[in-house]
């Protein structure tokens, strides 16, 4: 609902109707948002917000448990529609026929969840984005960290803006055949026992094809140190006011993903420019390494890579059980977008990975 128009007002009875995952709708007072698209990436489970599905939820909001930020505050009223008529007066508003079909056609999943005021804000939504930020300058800081629940356009160039998309299932369906494969590669190789670790020396030993799980481990918490650092301290990095390419880079690399943390189609990595950075790692292992042992220990990064990316997104979008560890992860993950983003200070366990 765009600001600028009167709200619309519903009876108590129209709002009792709308409790069910296909419409689902929550009062603030007297103002009335419709949070059926935020049931599936509510971090407390959809349950909870059905169980309070046509009622006040500002004892809720506020706390205890859990008070919501400004920012969780801010988020919620994307799904604004409207304000409950608690006089009655029926013949002052529309039919209830009428106010279905008009909050029907606009709330598309665009225009119900974003409130971006296409009018003021600092960037125009109406063009890419990847060009603009860099000329936000001071602003940039605060304006990347208010995020929004609408898809982002980089680029006009149809073929770079595809490339920058990719759907989840797009990461296990590319990288894992290729960690079979290499898996079955190096514990073969391994097993011909040829592959020795400082054979130029006296103090030269052979690597058995048992130690390929361990290698293989290790490979994994290797990545998980380098993706923390990486994520630390370049993707949380502060870019300088006056940069406007250094902006840029900081937007493209993973201001983006904080500016819209919901866009689908940019939470994981998209394989065609995976590939760049995953084939540089390949060529540094099996140069700095035998092969099969580099090879090994490439394999578990790229496996620990594709656990991490599924992760990230079922954290964004997934249902985990009350009191799982994915649960307390997907918690604590959510608080990182909403009121600690600036930090970027994760606990290395809880970063997953």
Not at 3 to 15: A, H, L
Not at 84 to 96: C, H, K, V
Not at 158 to 175: C, D, G, I, L, Q
């Given at each position: ?17 709308h409790s069910t995952k296909n419409s689902c709708w ?109 000329n936000l300058g001071e602003k940039y800081e605060t ?33 894992m055949p290729l960690v079979f494969y290499l898996s ?170």
């Amino acid at each position: 609902m765009s600001p600028s128009e009167s709200p619309r007002f519903f009876s108590e009875k129209e709002v009792a109707n709308h409790s069910t995952k296909n419409s689902c709708w929550v009062l603030t007072g007297t103002r009335i948002y419709d949070v059926t698209g935020f049931l599936r990436i509510h971090p407390g489970g959809e349950a909870l917000i059905l169980s309070r599905s046509g009622n006040d939820i500002r004892m809720e909001m506020a706390g205890p448990p859990h008070r919501h930020s400004e920012n969780a505050r801010r988020w919620m009223e994307q799904y604004y529609i409207g304000e409950l008529d608690t006089d009655g007066s029926a013949d002052e508003i529309q039919t209830a026929r009428e106010r279905k079909k008009t909050v029907d056609e606009e709330t598309s999943p665009i225009s119900k969840c974003s409130q971006v005021n296409l009018d003021t804000d600092l960037v125009d939504w109406r063009k890419p984005l990847a060009w603009q930020v860099g000329n936000l300058g001071e602003k940039y800081e605060t304006w990347v960290h208010q995020p929004v629940n609408r898809p982002i356009r980089l680029f006009g160039n149809e073929f770079m803006e595809a490339s920058t998309k990719t759907s989840w299932y797009m990461v296990p369906a590319v990288w894992m055949p290729l960690v079979f494969y290499l898996s079955w590669y190096c514990y073969t190789t391994l097993a011909q026992e040829t592959t020795r670790l400082f054979a130029s020396t006296d103090y030269s030993f052979l690597v058995h094809k048992y130690s390929f799980p361990l290698i293989f481990v290790m490979g994994m918490v290797t990545w998980t140190f380098i993706e923390y650092c990486v994520h630390r301290f370049v993707f949380h990095m502060r870019p300088p006011a006056h940069n406007y390419y250094l902006i840029t880079i900081h937007f493209l690399l993973h201001g983006q993903h904080h500016k819209s943390p919901y866009d689908g189609s940019r939470l994981v990595f998209p394989p065609c420019l995976a590939s760049v950075v995953i084939g540089s790692f390949y060529l540094l292992l099996t140069k700095s390494f035998p092969e099969a042992l580099g090879v090994s220990l490439f394999v578990g990064g790229l496996f620990g890579y594709v656990v991490y990316d599924m992760i990230h997104y079922y954290l964004h979008y997934g249902s985990p059980q009350k009191n799982s560890y994915l649960y307390s992860l997907k918690a604590y993950h959510v608080k990182h977008h909403f009121e600690n983003q600036r930090a970027g200070q994760l606990n290395l366990t809880q970063r997953l990975l």
